[in-house]
Nanobody, 123 residues
Framework: VQLQASGGGLVQAGGSLRLSCTAS????????MGWFRQAPGKEREFVAC????????RYADSVKGRFTISRDNAKNTVYLQKNNLKPEDTAVYSC?????????????????WGQGTQVTVSS
């Protein structure tokens, strides 16, 4: 399984970005997907996750109300819509495939990881 994230970039505070993550293989719709981020000098942090069907989502408190995770199983793609971005959202964002269909927020619950895409929010 290969995961390819895209959509990062430089944006001003208050702006928006949509990240995409496309997976190879034919089992995408059987697994939960998650987004994590890592800022320089900090540990990897959970951002959002979504169940295999797309019916259940979970968010970190720091992004609730601003970020929305969604998926299109026909396109093997998961999205992260990010609105009202803040400078503290600056990080490398990575997508990951869960070990099961249920969304979880711990990194060890994910077995395949994409390379990540840089998001920089200027003040």
């Amino acid at each position: 399984v290969q995961l390819q994230a895209s959509g990062g970039g430089l944006v001003q505070a208050g702006g928006s970005l949509r990240l995409s993550c496309t997976a190879s293989g034919r089992t995408f719709s059987s697994y939960a997907m998650g987004w994590f981020r890592q800022a320089p000098g900090k540990e990897r942090e959970f951002v959002a996750c979504i169940s295999a069907s797309g019916g259940t989502t979970r968010y970190a408190d720091s992004v609730k109300g601003r970020f929305t995770i969604s998926r299109d199983n026909a396109k093997n793609t998961v999205y992260l819509q990010k609105n009202n971005l803040k400078p503290e959202d600056t990080a490398v964002y990575s997508c990951a495939r869960g070990r099961s269909s249920w969304p979880r927020d711990a990194p060890y619950e994910y077995d395949y990881w994409g390379q990540g895409t840089q998001v920089t929010v200027s003040s």
